[in-house]
């Protein structure tokens, strides 16, 4: 111990000599330990730590699963008949796939948030008990709609200050009376952020249709049972079922996977990229760093000559540089915790609210074990070549004063160490150029309609009383008050915005031209409703037919538009203005639009005029987007709202956004991806191009002598210029040489992540290596033109 306190004193005093080697050392260490801190409490967080329930791993997700299908919801009947029969699992339970906005009152004060509707058993199969009341029973679902509500934990704390005197208060959620029954002990934002929980009212008539798919399923399975039992059994309940009802469940089944693997999807790939991505970084500052105390280790060869000489063993050397080592990444470690702490609150910023459990991501103590535990690994990876070094040192020739300070195996341990940098660095920055160029693609997308200049809001009668009957009317005044608006070049309402997450409502057209078409044959659509305008509003054009009018009315035969998709795949080959589907004639066609996002591919999308489809379906409204193309953006929101508090100033207005923002909202993932990749290949670059820097910077030092005698015999400024630029970008191109397969392997498994690109893009490629290539030769011209002030005849004197 005595000897070890010795060895950190002297470190100490060692490095506090050499405070620019000190201080760039722990920067870059710093730099590469927290980005890797950073990725790591996200991929603890959504990947390694279990969910917030008792035995998770019981846990199943299910959803509905068509043959054309694996994504659907699963209609109330059928949720039934599942949960009456399925007997591998302890619970079978439902949540609603969309959640509402409600209007809570009866609080200090009136509040909007969240709600969902689950089965009475929800809370039990997820194992969440009531902090006080009670949880939902069996017979608060047999009811025409909800009559008692469970509140969230945190609307409790926040809008009800805890008070316990909550259960069995009545408060009006959209205007009707609902009784507070319980309060949760913890909410469930890794499923939803609803805060108000109200349980299925299966009396009611909606509830009772097949073909209305709109919940989930949460399955607890019983001890013992494995995934696969559960999925058989669920498959020969599908069997059944569609035995009894082969109209609607012909082809139906079930989806079923641990929950915690449909909480993760699809950002599993995204975030272990991106922890690879750092790792990779990391690895080049230790190169770096270890290239630093390489050339540090050779200038310190008298040194260590002397202490050989006066008896210290290699061990004792090794140590105590192994020991400056630590001490640099422990500092660099302490400097990348911190820095951390503060990049784990801009990510959860910057990341999307699609992230799952992003509000959990934090630098906990696990975080905090594997920043230690990283900053240890790093000091002694780049720790030992230098202790290696310092321990072959032949105390006679280096004591004397004209030896030469470096060896030809310690030259080509420097060299390999700034190729496997700039390596690397190809790797990352072709990585983050591939990400790039898919944000462009998507962005420049054709999706139909027009992007810029379009205001979006949401209304929602039902939050301030409103029956649906009266509902239309409401919306009616309000489009007719923002038409007229100075700042309006056009106004609409529709039910479904663009570039909606919970688009698309689906239903099937099962009849055309009056013929009853097979249920093969049958149509799957989206459907959208909106006011007259809508498409010139939103740019999407007109390709046969017209626009809905004023004479499409609630008493007016019902009329339809079609896309270009579903003109196809109904009428192949015909003009399909005037054909029927269902009851309603077709009166137009439009382009096809990607109202889901860039990714996805034109599907048939069925259009009716918004109070004429209402008259048969109010159900269905939920909340009105309108949608208004402004000449000025400046106040528009503001007259907005004075126009519809005139109409009623108790009607919220919320979801206030351009189109331009929503689709940019849309492509937060690709943008996430896109925005750190390129920050960690711009680190990449900067670290290779210091290394190369620092190589070349020393090499010329150490040259100073040879580069003297060559100018004093004769040797040209450009001849002595490019026999310094030629050896960096030698290491350069070696770099590229041994990166660039590395980076075309590593690509293939971004396939997914791409689009409109190949993992090998040339373009990407090419612009790599020039940048790689230029920027090396930047950071080697500054060491090329300190050589050419060598002073020759000092040269000649020291020889």
Known sequence: MSNLFQDIRYSFR???????????????????????????????????????????NQLLHANGKFAKSDDAGVSPPDFADYRANARTLQQFAAIGYLTGVVNITGG???????????????????????????????????????????????????????DPGIIGRKVTIDGQSITIVGVLSADVPSISHSEVWMPLPMENPGMNVRQAHFLAVIARMKPGVDVNQARAELDTIAGNIAAQHPDTNKTWSLRVMPLSAFIVGDTR???????????????????????????RATSRRKEIAIRSALGAGRWRIARQMLTESLILSIAGGAFGIFSAVWSVAGLAALAPSTLPRINEIQVNWTVLAFAVGISLVTGILFGLAPALRGT???????MKEG???????????????????????????????????TLQHLWSVNMGYERDNVLMFSVDAKLAGYPPDRAATVYREILQRLQVLPDVRSASASIVRPVDDQFYLIDRIEEVDGCQLADRDAINVAWNAMSPGYFSTVATPILLGRDFDPRDKEIAPPVVIVNESLARRAFPGQNPIGHRLGPATVVGVVKDALYGGAREQPRPVLYHPLFQHGRDQEYRWGFVSFELRYRSA?????????????????????????????????????????????????????????????????????????????????????????????????????GIAAGLPLALWAARYTKSLLFGIESADPLTIASTITLLIGVAAFAGYVPARRALRVDPMASLRCE
């Open 403 to 437: 030896a030469r300070n470096a060896t030809q195996s310690s030259r080509l341990l420097d060299r390999l160490l700034v190729i496997a940098q700039v390596a690397l660095s190809v790797v990352l920055m072709i990585g983050a150029g591939l990400f790039v160029r």
């Open 634 to 734: 400046a106040n528009l929101l503001d007259q907005a709202r004075r126009e519809i508090a005139s109409v009623d100033r108790n009607l919220p207005v919320f979801l206030a956004k351009t189109l331009r923002q929503q689709s940019a909202q849309s492509l937060l993932r690709e943008r996430l991806l896109a925005t750190v990749s390129s920050f960690f290949g711009g680190l990449a670059l900067l670290l290779a191009c210091l290394g190369l820097y620092g190589l070349m910077a020393y090499a010329v030092a150490r040259r100073a002598g040879e580069i003297g005698i060559r100018m004093a015999l004769g040797a040209r400024r450009d001849h002595i210029l490019w026999l310094v630029l030629r050896e960096t970008l030698w290491l350069t191109l070696a």
């Open 269 to 295: 790939k995204a975030l272990l990229l991106l922890l690879g991505a750092v790792i990779l970084l990391l690895l080049i500052g230790c190169a770096n760093v270890a290239n630093l105390l390489l050339a």
């Open 108 to 162: 200090d004060q009136p509040v909007q948030v969240q709600s969902q509707i689950v089965s009475w058993n929800f809370f039990q199969a997820l194992g969440i008990p009531p902090l006080l009341g009670r949880d939902f029973i069996a017979d608060d679902e047999k009811q025409f709609e909800p009559a008692v509500a469970i509140l969230g934990n945190g609307i409790w704390k926040r809008d009800f200050g805890a």
């Open 14 to 56: 060692t490095l506090a000599q050499k405070p620019g080697f000190t201080a760039i050392a722990v920067l870059t260490l710093a730099l590469g330990i927290g980005a890797a801190t950073t990725m790591f409490s996200v991929v603890d967080t959504v990947l390694l730590r279990p969910l917030p329930f008792p035995s998770q």
């Open 392 to 398: 072959h040192v032949d105390p006679g020739p280096a």
